[in-house]
């Protein structure tokens, strides 16, 4: 029993982390934009109108993750979605949030849509 509760604690943490990582705003939209194939950082920033820099910042900690992967090409960085995984969890979303459904899987949900309209 003790071993069940190790590996579901395990499981939770990795889960844990997982969404910790999707859960920022300009994370969560650079991962969006990454879904259409690859992108350099200078397009990453003009898609999203923030700074190369923030860019950088966020999808340092994306590769850390493992959720995207970095191709260098002379001075420019491309990255591209590398997680199965996320882009599970990013299909979910666009189905629970981004078609003609979602109105009324956001009324079924309340407190999600309270809490997307937020963002």
């Known amino acids: 029993m003790v071993a ?4 579901m604690i395990d499981v939770i943490d990795r ?6 990582a999707l859960s ?3 994370r969560l939209l ?9 992108k350099s950082v200078g397009e990453l920033a003009r ?4 700074r190369d820099t923030a ?12 959720m995207v992967s970095a191709r260098r090409a002379g001075q ?8 199965p995984e996320a ?19 956001r009324a079924e949900a309340p407190f999600i849509a309270r809490s997307a309209e937020k963002v």
């Not at 889960?15 to 910790?20: P, Y």
């Not at 420019?76 to 997680?83: E, T, V």
């Open 55 to 66: 860019v950088s910042q966020q999808l340092a900690l994306l590769r850390r993750e493992g």
């Open 76 to 83: 420019m960085i491309f990255y591209s979605l590398a997680s």
């Open 87 to 105: 882009r599970q969890m990013l299909d979910a979303l666009y189905g629970l949030f981004c078609t003609e459904a979602a109105p009324s899987a």
């Open 47 to 50: 898609l999203t109108g923030a």
């Open 24 to 26: 920022g705003r300009s």
């Open 30 to 38: 650079l991962l969006c934009h990454l879904l259409d194939g690859e």
């Open 15 to 20: 889960a844990s982390q997982f969404l910790k």
């Open 4 to 7: 069940v509760k190790d590996e």
